[in-house]
């Protein structure tokens, strides 16, 4: 409840702080100097001496809220003074200017919540203090920005180590990683040695931070912090001396940082967490920063891109390019040159010293290590996997031998992700990338899709953890369905007819989900089958090319929901193959262009509303009166939006709505109660948008920002008693029947 109480008071006060700032830039020029000062500084003043009674009155919530709408309005007066050159504030530059006030503001600020004790002024007075060095280095350059953010870090880690306080540990928790983000993306691009040298010197100066701060922080912070700690020294290392070599080898500093880095930690760390987090680290920066510095890491954008590298001149999917070599028929240089192989070779590497690694520190009975030693094994597999799929774009073969290659090393993953659960996740990148090759040629979609389906399939029974078992369950599925889609195609058949395809496997998916005496799934997998049948069914309705199609898939729908309804576990499923009934009606009366709709759906109406009232004693208002109701109120609905400007349907369907609102009051029945309050209320929204839209337009632009705010902050104040009255509302409506 207080949480949602503190969400109205932040929006309410979001609103007035927008309002403000509306006002103080829109109707600014309106008033002279005198109103401008008087009415800033006047509701400034009251805005911040408010909070102090309500604290007192135990409005603790309203009064922080007021404080924070203060020190917006401290801003604005900063911006009002720089305007109207008090003091010869005009004459200061931008950034120097909004430097200096956020830390008078930041300052005042903190004084204020300690006087009036309150609880946020002062640890929002601490986050404005990490910006007066960062706002003027924005105009200066990367760098510069970079070193304002490490030094505000720096102050951050020597506050925090003096005194510990939280505030400042989550304040150096953003500027230290955003300095480190921007500094490594700045050392991707950086090619010149002026600007090389400056860079690596302020990520080394990060590093030495990170780690000071990791000795003194908990577990989890200083595995995170050593991780990034190495990253970033690697990146400090590698760019200097990519920037001096030329050709092939710039690479090559790359891996060869890594290693330095990864024997530095073993050597200098005796804490298992933090050598792993120091290797992992070291291994994936050592990747990343080699694949991508130099162009020469094109063999491995090429087997990641798959398809999306060709050319638009090329083709695309199922453009029978697989029968050159698979750099040419990419657009790649057509021969493999000596930064393949340095890549080839670079990646080899990282492999082989991941591997001694896991060898060398893999025996221990610890179980927190033995999990984070199957993990070192998991990332060195993903290693080698990258490694095996470059393979054939690096060494120039033909495109069938990259697919074979490709689908081989999914099936192997497929395989192993049956003992262990984490190389799940390897095998499901795999097949998407063997998949997204696959695009390119029709033969091999089918061929890769036809394999993929069959081994997730098989996965699904011989898997030992659930969770592979319903992944691969949801894998077949979908693979299943895919290759449905591409027989159907290949097969010459109209592809507009994909959506019955789709609604065809989904049935199949339903039929096997379906628990029979001998269940040829488990629970887990059986409902995952039915789910992404659900989902195969919803992008087959999506595919429909037009609305009879739709209206035919969504009776189809129907029908396929009615028949799940017949599983005693599934009743619910009837509610929604009714649903799809309707639709499908509904839409086809739209394509047809039917404008009196109420001529076809009133009759029946009546019909299932005659029904419902032979069964209305058996069972609840929604069976017996929810299908004729929405039936007849909805599709006037429809009707109503879809052609504005005529007033005899909206009238008629207002006062039918408003007849069902009351017979439900009166007979205590939900179904009609709801549907009838339902359709007066759009009904109602509807006729008065023009009218409210115009008196929108009609006063100033932020008088209703402003009104919507101080409404939320006043519903906010008196949370609790509105709380009470939905619930007396909510407790009315459940009791009727």
Same mark, same amino acid.
């Given at each position: 409840?207080?949480?949602?109480?503190?969400?109205?008071?932040?929006?309410?006060?979001?609103?007035?702080?927008?309002?403000?700032?509306?006002?103080?830039?829109?109707?600014?020029?309106?008033?002279?100097?005198?109103?401008?000062?008087?009415?800033?500084?006047?509701?400034?003043?009251?805005?911040?001496?408010?909070?102090?009674?309500?604290?007192?009155?135990?409005?603790?919530?309203?009064?922080?809220?007021?404080?924070?709408?203060?020190?917006?309005?401290?801003?604005?007066?900063?911006?009002?003074?720089?305007?109207?050159?008090?003091?010869?504030?005009?004459?200061?530059?931008?950034?120097?200017?909004?430097?200096?006030?956020?830390?008078?503001?930041?300052?005042?600020?903190?004084?204020?919540?300690?006087?009036?004790?309150?609880?946020?002024?002062?640890?929002?007075?601490?986050?404005?203090?990490?910006?007066?060095?960062?706002?003027?280095?924005?105009?200066?350059?990367?760098?510069?920005?970079?070193?304002?953010?490490?030094?505000?870090?720096?102050?951050?880690?020597?506050?925090?180590?003096?005194?510990?306080?939280?505030?400042?540990?989550?304040?150096?928790?953003?500027?230290?990683?955003?300095?480190?983000?921007?500094?490594?993306?700045?050392?991707?691009?950086?090619?010149?040695?002026?600007?090389?040298?400056?860079?690596?010197?302020?990520?080394?100066?990060?590093?030495?931070?990170?780690?000071?701060?990791?000795?003194?922080?908990?577990?989890?912070?200083?595995?995170?912090?050593?991780?990034?700690?190495?990253?970033?020294?690697?990146?400090?290392?590698?760019?200097?001396?990519?920037?001096?070599?030329?050709?092939?080898?710039?690479?090559?500093?790359?891996?060869?940082?890594?290693?330095?880095?990864?024997?530095?930690?073993?050597?200098?760390?005796?804490?298992?967490?933090?050598?792993?987090?120091?290797?992992?680290?070291?291994?994936?920066?050592?990747?990343?920063?080699?694949?991508?510095?130099?162009?020469?890491?094109?063999?491995?954008?090429?087997?990641?891109?798959?398809?999306?590298?060709?050319?638009?001149?090329?083709?695309?999917?199922?453009?029978?390019?697989?029968?050159?070599?698979?750099?040419?028929?990419?657009?790649?240089?057509?021969?493999?040159?000596?930064?393949?192989?340095?890549?080839?070779?670079?990646?080899?590497?990282?492999?082989?010293?991941?591997?001694?690694?896991?060898?060398?520190?893999?025996?221990?009975?610890?179980?927190?290590?033995?999990?984070?030693?199957?993990?070192?094994?998991?990332?060195?597999?993903?290693?080698?996997?990258?490694?095996?799929?470059?393979?054939?774009?690096?060494?120039?073969?033909?495109?069938?031998?990259?697919?074979?290659?490709?689908?081989? %090393? *999914? $099936?192997?993953?497929?395989?192993? #992700?049956?003992?262990? =659960?984490?190389?799940? @996740? /390897? +095998?499901?990148?795999? !097949? &998407?990338?063997?998949?997204?090759?696959?695009?390119?040629?029709?033969?091999?979609?089918?061929?890769?899709?036809?394999?993929?389906?069959?081994?997730?399939?098989?996965?699904?029974?011989?898997?030992?953890?659930?969770?592979?078992?319903?992944?691969?369950?949801?894998?077949?599925?979908?693979?299943?369905?895919?290759?449905?889609?591409?027989?159907?195609?290949?097969?010459?058949?109209?592809?507009?007819?994909?959506?019955?395809?789709?609604?065809?496997?989904?049935?199949?998916?339903?039929?096997?989900?379906?628990?029979?005496?001998?269940?040829?799934?488990?629970?887990?997998?059986?409902?995952?089958?039915?789910?992404?049948?659900?989902?195969?069914?919803?992008?087959?309705?999506? %595919? *429909? $090319?037009?609305?009879?199609?739709? #209206?035919?898939?969504? =009776?189809?729908?129907? @029908? /396929? +929901?009615?028949?799940? !309804? &017949?599983?005693?576990?599934?009743?619910?499923?009837?509610?929604?193959?009714?649903?799809?009934?309707?639709?499908?009606?509904?839409?086809?009366?739209?394509?047809?262009?039917?404008?009196?709709?109420?001529?076809?759906?009133?009759?029946?109406?009546?019909?299932?509303?005659?029904?419902?009232?032979?069964?209305?004693?058996?069972?609840?208002?929604?069976?017996?009166?929810?299908?004729?109701?929405?039936?007849?109120?909805?599709?006037?609905?429809?009707?109503?939006?879809?052609?504005?400007?005529?007033?005899?349907?909206?009238?008629?369907?207002?006062?039918?709505?408003?007849?069902?609102?009351?017979?439900?009051?009166?007979?205590?029945?939900?179904?009609?109660?709801?549907?009838?309050?339902?359709?007066?209320?759009?009904?109602?929204?509807?006729?008065? =948008?023009?009218?409210?839209?115009?008196?929108?337009?009609?006063?100033?632009?932020?008088?209703?920002?402003?009104?919507?705010?101080?409404?939320?902050?006043?519903?906010?104040?008196?949370?609790?008693?509105?709380?009470?009255?939905?619930?007396?509302?909510?407790?009315?409506?459940?009791?009727?029947?």
């Amino acid at each position: 409840m207080k949480a949602v109480q503190n969400l109205l008071l932040a929006l309410g006060g979001l609103l007035l702080v927008v309002s403000a700032i509306v006002f103080t830039a829109v109707s600014w020029g309106h008033l002279g100097i005198g109103g401008r000062a008087a009415i800033l500084l006047g509701l400034t003043g009251l805005v911040l001496a408010a909070p102090i009674p309500l604290r007192r009155r135990g409005l603790a919530a309203t009064a922080e809220t007021l404080a924070m709408l203060g020190l917006a309005l401290l801003f604005l007066d900063g911006y009002a003074a720089r305007q109207v050159g008090l003091a010869g504030l005009d004459a200061i530059g931008p950034q120097p200017y909004t430097a200096g006030l956020i830390g008078v503001v930041a300052v005042a600020f903190a004084t204020y919540g300690r006087l009036a004790r309150l609880r946020l002024p002062i640890p929002v007075a601490v986050g404005l203090m990490q910006l007066p060095l960062a706002v003027p280095a924005f105009d200066e350059g990367v760098f510069w920005l970079v070193a304002a953010l490490l030094a505000t870090a720096c102050a951050d880690a020597t506050v925090w180590l003096a005194g510990r306080w939280r505030m400042v540990a989550v304040c150096f928790g953003c500027t230290w990683p955003l300095g480190v983000v921007i500094g490594l993306a700045e050392a991707v691009d950086t090619y010149e040695p002026r600007s090389a040298w400056p860079l690596s010197g302020a990520l080394i100066v990060a590093v030495v931070a990170g780690l000071v701060v990791a000795v003194r922080a908990t577990r989890p912070w200083s595995v995170a912090l050593t991780a990034i700690s190495a990253i970033t020294l690697i990146t400090a290392l590698a760019v200097p001396a990519r920037v001096v070599l030329e050709g092939p080898w710039a690479v090559a500093p790359a891996p060869l940082a890594g290693l330095a880095v990864t024997v530095l930690a073993v050597l200098s760390s005796r804490t298992a967490s933090v050598v792993t987090a120091a290797v992992t680290a070291a291994v994936t920066a050592a990747i990343a920063t080699a694949l991508l510095s130099t162009p020469v890491a094109m063999p491995v954008i090429v087997t990641l891109a798959g398809p999306l590298a060709v050319p638009p001149d090329r083709g695309g999917v199922w453009s029978g390019i697989g029968t050159t070599g698979v750099r040419e028929a990419l657009g790649a240089q057509a021969v493999a040159g000596p930064p393949d192989l340095v890549v080839l070779a670079a990646l080899a590497l990282v492999c082989a010293v991941l591997a001694l690694f896991v060898a060398r520190h893999g025996r221990t009975d610890d179980a927190v290590s033995r999990a984070r030693h199957r993990t070192l094994i998991v990332v060195g597999l993903a290693i080698a996997s990258v490694t095996v799929a470059v393979c054939p774009v690096a060494l120039g073969l033909p495109y069938p031998a990259a697919i074979a290659v490709q689908l081989v %090393l *999914a $099936v192997s993953l497929a395989a192993m #992700s049956a003992r262990t =659960a984490l190389v799940s @996740v /390897l +095998a499901l990148a795999a !097949a &998407l990338e063997v998949c997204a090759w696959a695009l390119v040629s029709e033969p091999a979609t089918l061929v890769v899709l036809g394999v993929l389906a069959v081994t997730a399939a098989v996965t699904v029974p011989v898997a030992r953890t659930p969770a592979v078992r319903t992944g691969a369950a949801v894998t077949a599925t979908l693979l299943f369905g895919g290759e449905a889609v591409a027989l159907w195609i290949a097969a010459g058949l109209q592809p507009r007819s994909v959506t019955f395809v789709l609604l065809g496997v989904a049935a199949v998916a339903m039929i096997v989900a379906a628990p029979p005496k001998a269940a040829l799934l488990k629970a887990g997998p059986r409902v995952a089958v039915e789910i992404t049948a659900y989902a195969l069914g919803s992008a087959g309705l999506l %595919l *429909a $090319v037009d609305l009879p199609m739709f #209206s035919l898939a969504c =009776a189809a729908a129907g @029908v /396929l +929901a009615i028949g799940t !309804a &017949l599983r005693p576990d599934r009743r619910v499923a009837g509610y929604v193959g009714t649903a799809f009934l309707l639709l499908a009606g509904w839409t086809r009366l739209l394509a047809e262009r039917v404008e009196l709709v109420e001529a076809y759906t009133v009759p029946f109406s009546l019909v299932l509303l005659a029904i419902g009232w032979r069964r209305a004693r058996e069972s609840s208002s929604w069976p017996a009166y929810g299908a004729g109701l929405s039936f007849s109120l909805l599709p006037s609905l429809l009707a109503v939006y879809a052609q504005p400007g005529g007033w005899i349907r909206p009238l008629t369907l207002g006062v039918a709505s408003f007849v069902v609102l009351l017979l439900g009051a009166r007979s205590r029945l939900q179904a009609p109660v709801a549907l009838g309050g339902f359709t007066l209320a759009a009904v109602a929204v509807h006729e008065l =948008a023009p009218w409210i839209a115009q008196l929108v337009t009609a006063v100033p632009r932020w008088v209703p920002v402003a009104a919507g705010g101080m409404a939320l902050v006043l519903i906010g104040a008196t949370y609790e008693a509105r709380l009470q009255d939905v619930r007396r509302m909510r407790d009315g409506f459940r009791g009727l029947r």
